[in-house]
């Protein structure tokens, strides 16, 4: 599986984006799929994620009732609408993708749980 997210650039604080991110091949719909970050000087961290079957979704407390995430599997595609953004969501954007039947929620969570990587997205919210 190949991903390749878009949808990033610089908006004000309290703006909106949504990122893209389309997968290759015809197994789309079988992938678990997540959302992460990476601000400059920091760890990577969790975002979202959603279930292959696209009937559970989680979220990072942070981002919590501001952010969503969902899928079209017909567009082998999975989205993140990103809303009220704020300058500490500043960072780079990564889709992730994992064929498993019944993820946990940990799981999901874990960036090692993750087998496929898209290339990043950057965001930028200025204050």
């Known amino acids: 599986v190949q991903l390749q997210a878009s949808g990033g650039g610089l908006v004000q604080a309290g703006g909106s984006l949504r990122l893209s991110c389309v997968a290759s091949?015809?197994?789309?719909?079988?992938?678990?799929m997540g959302w992460f970050r990476q601000a400059p000087g920091k760890e990577r961290e969790f975002v979202a994620a959603?279930?292959?079957?696209?009937?559970?979704?989680y979220y990072a407390d942070s981002v919590k009732g501001r952010f969503t995430i969902s899928r079209d599997n017909a567009k082998n595609t999975v989205y993140l609408q990103m809303n009220s953004l704020n300058p500490e969501d500043t960072a780079v954007y990564y889709c992730?993708?994992?064929?498993?039947?019944?993820?946990?929620?940990?799981?999901?969570?874990?960036?090692?749980?993750?087998?496929?990587w898209g290339q990043g997205t950057l965001v930028t919210v200025s204050s």
């Open positions: 992730a993708a994992k064929a498993h039947l019944n993820p946990n929620i940990y799981s999901l969570k874990a960036g090692d749980f993750y087998d496929y």
């Open positions: 959603i279930k292959w079957s696209g009937g559970r979704t």
């Open positions: 091949g015809r197994t789309f719909s079988s992938y678990n």
